[in-house]
């Protein structure tokens, strides 16, 4: 352990009836890049907010050049010179580079503001990174890989000894992903340590000395980067274990008949030629990474977005679906995954929230109707088991799983037949979890067919009779239950292989 | 919108509602002028007290429906000016009441669709929309009156404000009318229960099959077709068509609305809530004025229990 420049001993904390990290230890060296990787919940937003003072660790210690350092609030991470990069980058959008960059220290002449020492000052820290950047310019002009370098400049400026990159590339292009590891590459030269996350494990490969692996908020190991295969990461990240959150017997109630079919729905730098069939009583799952465009198909299919071109059939009848009411009128209901921004209002009450949708379809004359008000409130209390005091309570004040229960409840009210999930368990207790996935079974077995995006694997191969993977807006294929793994829809998900390429390997005995 | 069940709380504590807390205001204003104002609690006094509130609370009830959604609309009393020069123009060239009546109504409510479009067509910020036509029609109203009164308006048009019915106000009689039919929409009708949606969160009533363009025109048409009705009331009672009427009551309008309860981040607000927010303020006045007091003073102390309102509200939220 000597030569550990930030070193992280038995790391723990949990969340209310999450274990989100387990006696971690992790180990950065000076001048080091060193990878992050595992599955969504493994752990690794947690540990970097654990570093950067946003959370306080439960138990375990950390230690600086052997100093065990005390971290209460993101000041002190600051102080020590500790940075993060996030994708969505913080900075004053209409102020310029030079301002943003000496933020807080703007040189002054007496009392009054040296404009020409701030450009100067700005200029020479954009030089020094070898960074082309207008010092002059306002930010919000500037690309999001612009801004971020900007956020590096700011950071190495500042003196920083260790930064850290939570999904930088998520909107980079390909020039410009490699123009970050161009600096990277610098920073690594001034001895400052980079702790470097990514889900793309093309880039964990390219840029990072060693890596460390989580799972289950556990760690698995950290390596040489260069030991491995992507193939053999992918192995090491899955094979969680899963508190038998599946109902075991899973039996099928998929049918022959196709509720919807999807053909060449596109959209320009979202996703491309998208097609696929929903049958009836199927649970179609949707597996890729976060921003891979899943909820844009989505949301385009209900009504919600504009697409450039494609069809939509349902029923066998080419439909125009323009609103999301359009989309509710051919029984279409999509449940968002961000339920406090998109699926609640917060400040209503159970009652409201649960007869949202259905007031737009059950009024007379434009009276809402009382009695099938209180119908459908105090039934779907009961069937969804939602706990409130009232269901005059504010919807604000009930826990994570009864909020999504609500949402769930909503589309119930109006008995749709095709219902899109985005993400239906995030942000749930286990139980409620538990309750959902058997609630997504009832509903095959009513004749409903379900769409299911899930960034959770394990969820995803329990639930679907069948799962389409999305790889930067692109449909990498199918695979039926029997051919699901996390190891499959990983590599589909990263764009290694196709479902063929998945078929093929299996087929000739080639493990991956 | 069973505002007074929803802030039941799930711990045992007994937490005292934020509309309960204006009646309580109301009641404590209302007897401490009672018992040391004098000629405070006569019969003409509190006939004159809400008279004179009535015309504005008709317009308040329209701007509750607008901050409800999250908007403002700033063009409400110019809306006033507009029906009345209107209204009183029709009158000398008609003598025609009914048909005058329509006319500036129709002329007021023409405002609303106009920031409807700007604001839900234009995405311009309500408050930038609402400014605009706000400044545009108080100058059509000096353009077409050339900034003069009309005079002459028929005497069984003017004789209407200062009618009573069963003892009470015709003005005020008008102004429950407009609160009983807006407390109807806001509990019973769609566009009631999707204006608070909408207040509350527009993507989610968005993705819920709320149509929002239908509900945003709703409230500013509706918030100028009831300013436009005020403008009339007070035509009559001035009996003269006045060029400035109207003047400066989108202010009180608006802090009726919030010391009623209603919030500028939207989804809260009830009728009857700014009812009493107009009538502390307007008891606020009318017994500061028979105490002697200045009224500018008065603006002074209702400027004060705006902002402590609003602070008492937020104190609040943040403890739960």
């Known amino acids: ?512 | 919108m069973r505002k007074l069940l929803q802030r039941d709380s799930t711990t045992n504590k007994i937490i005292i509602p934020a509309q309960l807390t204006i009646v309580f205001i109301f009641l404590v204003i209302f007897t401490l002028s009672s018992v040391f104002v004098g000629g405070f609690l006569t019969y003409n006094n509190i006939f004159n007290l809400v008279r004179q509130t009535s015309i504005n609370g008709v317009v308040a009830i329209g701007m509750t429906f607008v901050i409800i959604t999250a908007g403002i609309d700033l063009s409400v009393g110019a809306v006033v000016g507009l029906s009345s020069v209107i209204t009183s123009l029709m009158l000398v060239r008609t003598n025609n009441i009914p048909l005058s009546i329509a006319v500036g109504i129709l002329a007021g409510t023409m405002v609303g669709l106009i920031n409807a479009l700007a604001i839900f067509e234009g995405n311009v910020p309500a408050f930038i929309a609402t400014l605009g036509t706000q400044i545009s029609t108080r100058g059509l109203v000096m353009l077409i009156t050339r900034a003069r009164l009309i005079a002459g308006l028929p005497e069984r048009f003017t004789h209407f404000a200062q009618k009573t019915i069963l003892g009470i106000p015709s003005l005020a009689i008008v102004w429950f009318l407009v609160a009983a039919l807006g407390g109807f929409i806001t509990r019973f009708t769609l566009f009631g229960r999707n204006i608070y949606a909408i207040g509350s969160n527009r993507e989610a009533s968005r993705l819920s099959g709320v149509n929002l363009r239908k509900n945003i025109y709703g409230v500013y048409i509706f918030a100028a077709f009831l300013s436009a009705i005020a403008g009339i009331l007070l035509t009559s009672r001035m009996a003269n068509g006045i060029p400035t009427a109207g003047a400066g009551f989108e202010q009180d309008a608006i802090t009726a609305a919030v010391i009623g309860g209603a919030s500028f981040y939207g989804g809260e607000g009830t009728i009857w809530g700014t009812m009493l927010g107009a009538m502390i303020m307007q008891t606020l006045r009318n017994s500061g004025t028979l105490l002697g007091i200045e009224s500018f003073v008065l603006d002074i102390l209702v400027g004060a229990l705006l902002i402590i309102a609003v602070m008492l509200d937020q104190l609040k939220k943040k403890q739960e």
């Open chain 1, 1 to 512: 352990m000597t030569d550990a420049f930030l070193d992280l001993q038995g790391i723990s904390k949990s969340f209310p009836g999450v274990q989100a990290l387990d006696d971690v230890d992790f180990d950065l060296r000076k001048g080091e890049v060193h990878g992050l990787v595992g599955e969504n919940g493994a752990g690794k937003s947690t540990l970097i907010k654990i570093i950067m003072g946003i959370y306080k660790n439960d138990r375990g210690k950390l230690f600086l050049e052997g100093e065990e350092i005390d971290i209460q609030r993101p000041s002190d991470a600051i102080d020590i010179g500790f940075r993060a990069i996030y994708q969505d980058v913080n900075l004053c959008r209409h102020l310029t580079v030079a301002e943003n960059l000496l933020l807080g220290k703007l040189p002054r002449k007496g009392r009054i503001v040296n404009w020409k020492a701030i450009y100067k000052r700005a200029q020479d820290i954009i030089d020094d990174l070898s960074l082309n950047i207008d010092v002059h310019a306002q930010v919000r002009t500037l690309s999001v890989a612009q801004q971020e370098m900007v956020c590096i400049a700011k950071s190495v400026y500042e003196e920083a000894k260790i930064i850290i990159f939570d999904e930088p590339t998520a909107l980079l292009t390909e020039d410009e992903t490699e123009r970050l590891f161009n600096i990277i590459r610098d920073l690594k030269e001034r001895e400052i340590s980079v702790i470097y996350i990514s889900h793309r494990l093309e880039e964990i490969f390219e840029i990072c000395d060693r890596t460390t692996i989580l799972r289950d908020g556990k760690k698995v190991c950290t390596v040489d980067t260069d030991q491995l295969t992507e193939d053999e990461m992918i192995s090491l990240m899955v094979g969680r274990t899963f508190e038998d959150l599946y109902i075991a017997d899973h039996v099928s109630n998929r049918q022959d008949e196709v509720v919807l079919e999807v053909n060449d729905l596109s959209k320009k730098g979202k996703y491309k030629d998208i097609s696929f069939k929903l049958h009836k009583g199927e649970i179609l799952g949707i597996s890729g990474l976060v921003g891979a465009g899943r909820s844009d198909i989505m949301k385009a299919l209900f009504g919600a977005e504009k697409f450039d071109k494609g069809s939509i059939s349902i029923h066998g009848k080419d439909v125009v679906i323009s609103s999301p009411m359009a989309g509710i009128k051919n029984g279409l209901a999509y449940l968002p995954e961000d339920r406090r921004h998109e699926g609640l209002a917060l400040g209503l009450t159970v009652s409201a929230n649960l007869n949202m949708t259905s007031f737009q379809l059950n009024h007379k004359f434009g009276l809402v109707d009382g009695s099938n008000e209180k119908t459908i409130t105090d039934t779907f209390i009961e069937k969804l088991d939602i706990k409130t005091p009232s269901p005059q309570q504010q919807i604000a004040k009930l826990s994570g799983g009864n909020q999504q229960k609500v949402v769930i409840g909503k589309w119930l009210a109006i008995d749709s037949d095709i219902l899109i999930f985005d993400e239906p368990t995030i942000g749930v207790d286990v139980g409620t979890k538990r309750e959902i996935y058997k609630l997504l079974y009832d509903l095959t077995a009513q004749g409903k067919s379900l769409i299911v995006i899930s960034s959770y694997l394990p969820e995803v191969i329990g639930v679907s009779d069948r799962v389409m993977v999305i790889h930067e807006g692109k449909n990498m294929g199918f695979l039926d239950r029997e051919e699901l793994s996390e190891v499959a829809l990983l590599r589909m998900a990263s764009g290694l292989a196709t479902a063929e390429e998945i078929r093929a390997q299996t087929n000739t005995g080639v493990t991956t």
